[in-house]
């Protein structure tokens, strides 16, 4: 009896061990999946814990959304703006799977909650919903750095590469790597330029000029141009500085709001003479009525610059240049664009 009441014991706290050890084994199984489901990336918005290789994005802004094409992964995109959607991501209107949420300024959040997604991208342009869009899902915002936007954008986009896992990561740094050779080649050209550069835009038959520390800051301090003396108020918040070793010549304009720069005269351009004159028509880029803008580069002031002279009034890619930025493509695009012009 007492053999029998022993081996009962001993088969009971065998038995409680395997089970206890399965257990175990099964907490740190669950444990490991779940730390593997999910990455932390840094962005504007903070530290974010968000689901690694989602399979439902939302994407608000282009350039993440070029990025996300360019990493391979665009079959997670199931909702973007596709009402102002600029030529060179033309191609994901036939994708299958993505959702119309409104523009780039109005997004339909129940449309968007509806999609049931993973990850929510907002852009510069929605990033005060951010609360709002939070309740749906994970959701996080690359900003990118007036003073430094080349750097900047590197770091986004090898964050948002980390979400899709290492094989993504690799992708980033070979593309990261060829826009590099872009800037380092733009810089050269640029190194000793004596020519200078102003960038305008248009916009409903006026024209602005962008400060060289504004929205397009990168074609200054990525890629080399130097600026004409204009001081040109920081549409983005603070005044422009004078160039370096050079007289102070007023804008004589009014600023014209939002990222839309400063009105200038044509009589302000012609006394700084530029040789370069980079134009963004946000007209065209959106899409509206450009009559009011067609006259307005031939104006004989104009024409009558270094710039005009030389055939360096450049109009420039405008829904790409005005409506994304920040990715993968568009800033290659961009950067490619520009730095024909370097060193000429």
């Not at 330029?193 to 520390?213: C, F, H, Q, R």
Request: proline share 3%; aromatic share 6%.
């Amino acid at each position: 009896m007492k053999k029998k009441l022993t081996r009962f014991v001993l088969a009971f706290v065998a038995i409680f061990a395997l089970v206890s050890l399965a257990a175990c084994s099964t907490n740190a199984t669950n444990k490991s999946k779940s730390t593997a489901d999910t990455v932390t990336i840094k962005t504007s918005t903070g530290k974010t814990k968000v689901p690694t290789n989602p399979k439902k994005i939302v994407v608000l802004d282009y350039g993440a959304a070029d990025t996300i094409r360019a990493l391979g992964k665009t079959d997670s995109i199931v909702g973007m703006p596709m009402d102002t959607l600029p030529s060179y991501l033309s191609g994901l209107k036939d994708q299958k799977g993505i959702t119309n949420v409104g523009n780039l300024k109005e997004v339909d959040l129940e449309k968007v909650a509806s999609l049931n997604p993973d990850l929510i991208i907002l852009s510069g342009r929605t990033q005060a919903q951010l609360d709002e869009f939070k309740k749906i899902a994970p959701t996080v915002y690359f900003e990118t750095s007036s003073t430094d936007y080349w750097g900047s954008v590197k770091t986004n986009i090898q964050e948002l590469a980390k979400v899709f896992g290492s094989d993504a990561e690799k992708t980033a740094q070979d593309k990261i790597a060829d826009i590099d050779k872009i800037v380092e080649k733009a810089k050269t050209a640029n190194k000793d330029t004596k020519l200078t550069t102003l960038t305008v835009m248009l916009n409903e038959g006026s024209l602005a000029g962008i400060s060289p520390e504004g929205r397009f800051s990168f074609i200054y301090n990525s890629l080399g141009f130097k600026p004409t003396s204009l001081n040109i108020p920081n549409e983005q918040g603070g005044g422009g500085k004078k160039a370096s070793g050079q007289k102070d010549k007023s804008a004589q304009g009014q600023k014209s709001g939002g990222n839309h720069g400063t009105s200038l005269s044509f009589e302000s351009i012609s006394q700084v003479n530029p040789d370069i004159i980079f134009v963004v028509d946000r007209t065209l880029a959106i899409g509206g009525d450009d009559t009011k803008n067609s006259d307005i580069l031939n104006n004989t002031l104009l024409q009558e610059t270094n710039a005009g002279k030389n055939g360096r009034i450049v109009t420039l890619t405008p829904d790409l240049w005005y409506l994304s930025g920040g990715g993968l493509e568009s800033t290659k695009l961009m950067f490619e664009e520009a730095s024909k012009y370097a060193g000429q």
